[in-house]
Structures are given as structure tokens and as C-alpha cells.
């Protein structure tokens, strides 16, 4: 099952790169900004800014996953876990209907992460300029935390993996996902662009992530 999860995980990075280039590719650009104009050197920045971002990603599966865990064995019951799976199935819905540019609910969910956000934001400035690859790590995992209706849907549903391990793997498919978009530039960025915003091309995969939610929480509620 972690098999399909993750590809999944890996469909909705890849079809949501285009929310995660607005919101994250000027980021991603200013983190060049600076730099020698080596482009060999400017890889290295734009590697290592994302192995901050994803690595976030993977410790918000690994701590909410966990913590879900422990509610359910400390509840002695699975109706805990099945009432979390019929919740993270009915988010996946919601982020296919975004995807698919049917309903755009989800940007109501991300204003719950502005809370934190704002408080995480001023940190980021302490690396600025990234004069070292080094730095753009640490850069790269403190926005990783930027609040994002994609992250938060496909968390639920890492939240209820089972285990810690399989949360953080679901998390590191869909930053794995969305490192294309991330790393592209000039004109395969354009490119790229062109396909992340196609008509056939994200309908095809928010179809797809609506049926598994559905098919998710269908199993769920039959659990009961």
C-alpha cells in the first residue's frame, strides 16, 4: 500500500508544483540572487535550498504521523484512526476539486498556518544573503513551513500512514514531486509552466487524487 501512497504523494507534488512555483519559485530565484554567475554554483544553492524545504516536509510527516499513532494506541480503539481517514480522505477530495480548478476551499485551510508563520518568517532573514550553500539549507527547511493548502492536505493523509516512517516517506514523495518545478529555470521553466498549468493535464490528476480520496474514505466508513 505505501507503494501507491507514495506515487500518489509524488503525483500531487508534481501536479501542484504550479501553486508551489507562485508561492515558492521567488524564493527559490532570490536564493541565486548574489551568487557567482556559475551556473554549476548556482545548482548547488537552488540542491541545497530544496534539501531544506523537502526536509521539512519529511519532519512534519514524521511528527504528526507519530502523534496520530499515539492517540490511537493510547484511545485502545480504531475508530480514532478511522474518523482521521475519513477526514484525510475528504481533504484529498478537496485538494483534487483545487487542483482541478473546480472549488478553491483549500485557501481558507491555509490561513490557519499565517498564525505560526509570522513568527517563523523573521528567522529566515538571519541566513540572508546566503553567502555559503550551507546556509541555504537552514533557509530552505524554515520556509519549508510556509503555509501551503497542498502541504497541510497531503499531511492528513500522511498523519494516518500508520507509522512515522511511512508519514515522513508519503511527505518526502510530495517534495520530491515538486523539485522539478523548484529547480527549473530559464527555458524549461517556461515549459514546464506550460504543462503544470494544461487544462487536460491537471484535471487528468486532480481526477485521479478525488477518486483515491474517495475510494480512501469509502474504505473507512466501511470499517466502522
Request: aromatic letters at 12%.
Amino acid at each position: 500500500m505505501i507503494e501507491l501512497n507514495f506515487i500518489t504523494a509524488l503525483v500531487i507534488g508534481l501536479t501542484g508544483a504550479g501553486h508551489c512555483i507562485g508561492m515558492c519559485g521567488g524564493i527559490a530565484a532570490a536564493v541565486t540572487m548574489g551568487m557567482p554567475n556559475k551556473p554549476h554554483q548556482q545548482w548547488v544553492y537552488l540542491l541545497c535550498y530544496n534539501l531544506g524545504r523537502i526536509s521539512a516536509y519529511m519532519v512534519a510527516g514524521l511528527i504528526v504521523s507519530q502523534a496520530v499513532a499515539e492517540v490511537v494506541e493510547f484511545s485502545e480503539t480504531s475508530i480514532a484512526l478511522i474518523l482521521l481517514r475519513i477526514i484525510a480522505s475528504i481533504m484529498m477530495v478537496i485538494l483534487g476539486l483545487y487542483i482541478g480548478n473546480w472549488w478553491s476551499g483549500l485557501i481558507y485551510i491555509e490561513r490557519v498556518g499565517h498564525y505560526l508563520w509570522r513568527y517563523i518568517a523573521p528567522i529566515t532573514q538571519i541566513f540572508l544573503p546566503l553567502t555559503s550553500p550551507f546556509k541555504a539549507i537552514p533557509f530552505g527547511f524554515l520556509w519549508g513551513w510556509l503555509p501551503c493548502g497542498l502541504v497541510y492536505s497531503t499531511l492528513t493523509w500522511a498523519a494516518v500512514s500508520g507509522s512515522a516512517i511511512d508519514g515522513m516517506t508519503i511527505m518526502f514523495a510530495f517534495g520530491l514531486g515538486t523539485l522539478p518545478a523548484m529547480l527549473a529555470v530559464g527555458a524549461i521553466a517556461d515549459k514546464l509552466k506550460l504543462l503544470l498549468k494544461n487544462h487536460y493535464f491537471k484535471r487528468t490528476n486532480a481526477l485521479f487524487i478525488i477518486i483515491y480520496g474517495v475510494h480512501t474514505g469509502y474504505i473507512a466508513i466501511n470499517q466502522i
